[in-house]
């Protein structure tokens, strides 16, 4: 296969993953590539996403590397080929390229979760209520700028209205119930829309209410894409200049998802939740 000039996050965690086994094997590149009777060259291209490889490879590499794992490999392997033609690659040239690996990392997901401070998770805004964010931003942005993140946003939460969604799980601090963004009028409607999405079988919000005890934080929001086995788990971070950041070393995967199950322990009930939001509409 021709190498690429632009990886994917997900062809770039492919070749990390195979990096990791090979160093766990206390091999060298050059070690590997005679092991594998190919050039240094390969080994380095693969290992940086720029050359796809097809399963039956990555099948032999593992091997080679001593890799027992059954699951792991089958994973991996199914990450392997040439990359995916998804929807969010008509959008590449149009808005921040982590956007895109974000809305593929969500496709392949086979769960998500979400933890927001100040904002509703972007899976479960309305257009309104997106709109308004985009508007918010420093500094401006013109608006195509705002078009291409609405739409891209907009075709994001398909993933949670397709055949077989993931489950989805958002973790949403009781600040963001209050906060404006639009006006009344938007901010009624979008608490309207979390409410509805919430009464899907595949979607659970929960709220932390001001004064629950034992509350964590990082400060940020994130979110947390689940892959096919844990060590294939991405965390997502926020910035304040508007970028993403992903995380996925062993360490700081075991953190976040430390972090998220505290948030939960002392989060209200999903049925809580309910209405918790519903009494906040009537109070609007």
């Not at 039956?56 to 392997?80: G, K, Q």
């Not at 919000?205 to 929001?221: E, K, L, M, W």
Request: glycine share 6%; charged share 25%.
């Amino acid at each position: 296969m021709p190498p690429t000039n632009s990886p994917t996050l997900r062809q770039r965690r492919l070749g990390v993953e195979l990096r990791k086994l090979r160093e766990r094997a206390g091999l060298t590149v050059t070690g590997a590539a005679e092991l594998l009777g190919v050039n240094q060259a390969r080994i380095s291209m693969i290992e940086t996403g720029r050359t796809p490889i097809s399963a039956d490879r990555l099948r032999s590499m593992a091997h080679a590397y001593d890799c027992s794992d059954e699951e792991l490999i089958d994973a991996l392997a199914s990450m392997t080929g040439r990359r995916t033609r998804g929807w969010w690659e008509e959008y590449r040239d149009h808005v921040p390229v982590a956007l895109v690996d974000l809305a593929e990392l969500e496709h392949h997901a086979s769960a998500l979760r979400a933890a927001l401070l100040i904002h509703i998770p972007a899976l479960l805004q309305t257009t309104d209520h997106a709109r308004a964010l985009f508007r918010s931003v420093v500094p401006p942005m013109r608006q195509y700028e705002i078009e291409h993140r609405l739409t891209h946003r907009i075709k994001r939460q398909s993933v949670l209205h397709r055949e077989a969604p993931p489950p989805y799980t958002a973790i949403v601090h009781e600040a963001a119930l209050l906060m404006g963004f639009g006006g009344p009028a938007v901010a009624r409607a979008q608490l309207g829309h979390l409410l509805d999405m919430s009464e899907l079988a595949h979607v659970t919000v929960r709220v932390i209410p001001f004064g629950a005890d034992n509350f964590p934080t990082t400060g940020q929001s994130f979110d947390y894409v689940e892959g096919p086995v844990p060590q294939l788990d991405t965390v997502q971070l926020d910035s304040h200049h508007g970028a993403c950041e992903f995380l996925d070393a062993e360490a700081q995967l075991s953190k976040y998802r430390a972090v998220l199950d505290r948030m939960e322990s002392c989060a209200l009930t999903p049925a809580r939740t309910r209405d918790f939001i519903h009494q906040r509409i009537q109070d609007m």
